[in-house]
C-alpha cells in the first residue's frame, strides 16, 4: 500500500516533459498552417485574374505527350506569283498555270504538333493540339489549309465500355468527309470538306456492328445582309450529319460514309473565295483576314453539300473513293462559274471526286507503300481564293526509315480549267503544273 505514493509520484515526473514535447508539436503544426494559409493567400492576390492549374498524384498516368514534324523540300516546273484576271480570279503561276515557267524550290517545315491527351475520368477525356507552321507560307505549295497555334482542343464525354454514346465540343474538325488532316498534297476532295470551327458533336458508335452516326452544330460566317449593317450576329447558324459502317476483320476491312453539311461557305478553303490582296509572306488561309473573301464579306445564299467517302483494304491492297459535292448553285456573288467565256448569272455547283490505290510490302524489310490516284473537279475553277484545278494524276511512295520515321515521295501533275471556264488561258487550253516533294516525317510519343 505504501508502493502507491511512489509510483503517482513517478507518473508524474514521466509525464511531465512528455506532455511539454506535445504541447510544442501542436505548436509548431499550428504555425506551419498558419504559414501555409498566408502563402496561399499572397499567391492568391499575385495570380489574380490568372488561370491557374493543380496537381494529383499519378498524373503521369493519365496524360500523355507525343508529336510530329514534317518537313517538305518541293520542286515545281511553274514560278510562283501572284497576278489578278479580269475576272477577279486571284492566281498563281504554279496552281493555276498562268504565267511563265522558270520554276521554282523550297524548303519548309510543314507542321510541327506537341499533343497532350488527358483521361480525366472513365468518362472524360480531353485533347490539345499545339500546332506551328513555316513562316513564310510554302509559296510553291498554295493548295493547303494553314494551322493556327492551337489547331485542336477539345473534350469527350463518353464511356464505350458501357454506353456507344460520345459528346465532344470544342475546336474540332467537323465529321464532313474524310482526310488526312496533315498530307503531303492536299487532295480536291478535302479543299472541298474540311471544316474546322468551334463545335459540338453528338454521336453513336456500335462496336458490334460498326455502325456510327453523330450530328454536329457550330457558329458559321455571318450572311451577307448580316454583314452590310455593320454589326456581325453570333448564332450556331449551321449544322451536319454523318452516318456510316466501318469494319475488319483478319486480312480485310471497309468503311462506308456518307455526311451532309448545311452550308458550304464554312469549308475553310471555301471561305476565302473572292478574297484579294494575299500576302505570300503570310498564311493566307487564315481566312478571317482575306479582304473580299466569303469569311470577309458574308456570302449571299446558303448551299448544301454532301460527302461520300468508301475505304476497302484485302491483304495488301487498298482503295479510297472520295467524292464532294454542293446540292445547289451558290449566289454568282459568291462562286463565280463561267460557260463560253460569258459570266452566268448564276454561281458554280462545284464538286470533286478522286480515286487512290495501293499496295503496302517490304523495302529492304522496312513497311512502305504505293499509291496511284486520279482526281477531277467540275465548275470549281472559282473556289477558294486560287481555285481548285480540273485534274490531277498523282503518284506517292511512302517507307518506314526507322521508328516512328518515315520518307515519303509525291509526284502531281494538275491541268487547269480551259480560259473559258474561269481558268488562266484562252482558246479553250489547259494550261499545267507538274510538283515533285519529298517528306521526311518524325513522330514521338
Not at 479580269?86 to 515557267?101: C, E, I, M
Amino acid at each position: 500500500m505504501k508502493l502507491k505514493p511512489i509510483v503517482a509520484s513517478m507518473l508524474v515526473l514521466v509525464s511531465g516533459p512528455v506532455l511539454a514535447a506535445a504541447s510544442d508539436n501542436a505548436n509548431t503544426q499550428a504555425q506551419l498552417d498558419a504559414m501555409k494559409a498566408n502563402v496561399a493567400k499572397l499567391q492568391a492576390i499575385v495570380e489574380q485574374n490568372q488561370p491557374g492549374g493543380f496537381t494529383q498524384d499519378g498524373w503521369w498516368n493519365r496524360i500523355t505527350l507525343s508529336g510530329l514534324t514534317y518537313i517538305d523540300a518541293i520542286a515545281s516546273n511553274k514560278t510562283p506569283a501572284l497576278s489578278s484576271a479580269t475576272t477577279n480570279r486571284l492566281v498563281t503561276n504554279l496552281d493555276s498555270f498562268g504565267g511563265a515557267s522558270g520554276g521554282a524550290t523550297t524548303i519548309s517545315v510543314t507542321t510541327a504538333n506537341l499533343f497532350v491527351d488527358a483521361t480525366v475520368s472513365d468518362y472524360t477525356k480531353a485533347h490539345l493540339d499545339f500546332a506551328y507552321n513555316s513562316y513564310p507560307i510554302n509559296q510553291t505549295h498554295q493548295y493547303q489549309v494553314a494551322q493556327p497555334l492551337l489547331n485542336e482542343g477539345y473534350v469527350i464525354l463518353g464511356n464505350f465500355n458501357k454506353y456507344p454514346y460520345y459528346l465532344m465540343a470544342g475546336v474540332e474538325n467537323v465529321q464532313f468527309g474524310e482526310y488526312d488532316v496533315y498530307p503531303m498534297v492536299y487532295s480536291f476532295t478535302q479543299l472541298l470538306s474540311q471544316t474546322k470551327a468551334n463545335a459540338a458533336t453528338a454521336g453513336f458508335v456500335d462496336c458490334g456492328t460498326g455502325f456510327n452516326a453523330a450530328i454536329f452544330g457550330f457558329q458559321g460566317i455571318p450572311g451577307q445582309a448580316s454583314k452590310v449593317t455593320g454589326i456581325t450576329p453570333h448564332h450556331l447558324n449551321n449544322y451536319g450529319a454523318k452516318v456510316g459502317l466501318k469494319n475488319s476483320y483478319d486480312n480485310w476491312g471497309y468503311n462506308i460514309d456518307v455526311d451532309y453539311l448545311n452550308n458550304m461557305a464554312d469549308v475553310n478553303y471555301v471561305q476565302t473565295t473572292g478574297g484579294s490582296n494575299l500576302n505570300l509572306g503570310g498564311p493566307v488561309y487564315q481566312s478571317t483576314t482575306v479582304t473580299g473573301s466569303l469569311a470577309a464579306n458574308g456570302y449571299h445564299n446558303r448551299v448544301g453539300g454532301i460527302a461520300v467517302d468508301a475505304d476497302l483494304f484485302g491483304g495488301p491492297f487498298d482503295a479510297k473513293l472520295r467524292y464532294v459535292q454542293t446540292l445547289e448553285r451558290f449566289s454568282n456573288l459568291d462562286v463565280q462559274y463561267y460557260k463560253n467565256s460569258t459570266l452566268q448569272t448564276f454561281g458554280a455547283e462545284p464538286w470533286a471526286a478522286g480515286l487512290d490505290l495501293g499496295y503496302s510490302f517490304l523495302t529492304m524489310q522496312h513497311q512502305s507503300r504505293v499509291g496511284l490516284s486520279y482526281q477531277q473537279s467540275g465548275e470549281a475553277a472559282g473556289v477558294g481564293a486560287f481555285g481548285i484545278p480540273q485534274y490531277r494524276y498523282e503518284g506517292q511512295y511512302m517507307v518506314n526509315i526507322s521508328r516512328f520515321t518515315d520518307l515519303g515521295f509525291d509526284l502531281y501533275y494538275d491541268s487547269d480549267y480551259a480560259g473559258n471556264q474561269l481558268g488562266t488561258t484562252a482558246f479553250g487550253n489547259h494550261h499545267n503544273a507538274t510538283t515533285g516533294l519529298i517528306r521526311l516525317g518524325v513522330k514521338f510519343a
